[in-house]
């Protein structure tokens, strides 16, 4: 059963819902690689095995009946957290997947004459796509440029979005700096040229519910273990009129109307995109991640997580030879915190602070042109969750300390 969520917000009762953080000597810092699931989501995926572990898709006994409502059930919780109708909702196994996917179909669509515009923000899964469709199809690439402090330079779109511009696909919170996207400029310049909106998701999802008809965008992917559900489970939404204009990317199984040996006519969405038996426990598990976290007070919740952000920002800025990379700023920006140390390297900073029971992430947290246009490697990322409390943050801020002073002498 869900554990009740009370309204107000208290980090430290949340924690106690989280089995994986049980370690004393653990302070989990690695939330927008991975974050931790919930009791309510182990019992959900516990509860499916043992009582409806079957496939889906028409056959009649009771197991399959049950799995079938179990995944309908889970479709509904998804789509009722982003504000949006269950048809709208096609499961995918990651935000990875779900970009592949729309780009692998529009790959019949586009060519020479067309044009996709990405921005210097992105993770490697909303860019490497992109390129892919770029060299099969004859397809433009272009990218929107970012600021200093990291974010997108919307003053400078119109160099970027043309009258040949079908797609524009950047990313909602950047995984390095943070920053978020304004999607109103993004959408008002998309509407302009009749090209259509995607947005990555992945960094986002987790911090509360969306309205994506609100939102105004075409399409949006997820990731189901960013936000404290299973792995390999993911999710790309996309307006009714969208997702019908395109053709499926995979194909096989039950995602068809008929089949002959010469031709195949295939299902109305999301079925036409969800080829061969699908991850039903891990949609099960994020149908619960939803659930729980619609129960949630938010604006007790960002608040916190502002908080956290900004004492780190502060702490890090502090300290002799670090910078921190992104926006120091709390407008528009998610609970991640990315940094270098001068003559330290990140990776070696990340295992000394694992010593302490610190768990960071070191590297180029697959952006590698983002940290090459902020003239750096790679860095070391602090990412906050609802259960991260200020007693970690202070952890945090000793342990870099420490472990400087170790590393520098």
Known sequence: MDQPVSRGFDPRVVKRQFPGLS??????????????????????????????????????????????????GARAEIAGYLGVPPQEVVFTYGTTFGINLLAGALAERLGPADRVVVSRLEHHSNLLPWQKLARRRGVRLSAIPITPEGRLDLDRLDEVVRADTRLIAVTHCSNVTGAETEVARILEVARA????????????????????????????????????????????????????????????????????????TFADPPGRFEAGTPPLAGAVGLGAAAR????????????????????????????????????????????VVSFVAEGVDSLALCLRLDEDGLALRAGHHCAQPLHAALGVAGSARASFALYNDEDEVDALLLGVDRALHELRS
């Open 23 to 72: 370690a004393p000597d653990l302070r989990y810092l690695d939330n927008a690689a991975t974050a931790q699931v919930p009791e309510a989501v182990l019992a959900a995926l516990r509860g499916f095995e043992i009582e409806a572990r079957g496939n889906v898709h028409g056959t009649p006994h009771r197991r399959s009946r049950a799995a079938q409502a179990a995944y309908d």
């Open 193 to 264: 040229v009749g090209a259509r909106v995607l947005l990555d998701g992945a960094q986002r999802a987790p911090h509360g519910p969306l309205d994506l008809p609100a939102l105004g965008v075409d399409f949006y992917a997820l990731s189901g273990h960013k936000m404290y559900g299973p792995t390999g489970i993911g999710v790309l939404w996309g307006r009714s009129e969208a997702l019908a204009e395109l053709p499926p990317f995979t194909v096989g199984g039950q995602m068809v109307r008929s089949v002959t040996m010469e031709s195949a």
């Open 292 to 335: 729980w976290l619609g129960k949630l007070d938010w604006s007790a919740v960002q608040a916190h997580e502002r908080r956290l952000t900004g004492h780190a920002i502060a702490g890090l800025q502090a300290l002799p030879g670090v910078r921190v990379l992104g926006p120091h700023d709390l407008e528009r920006r998610g609970p």
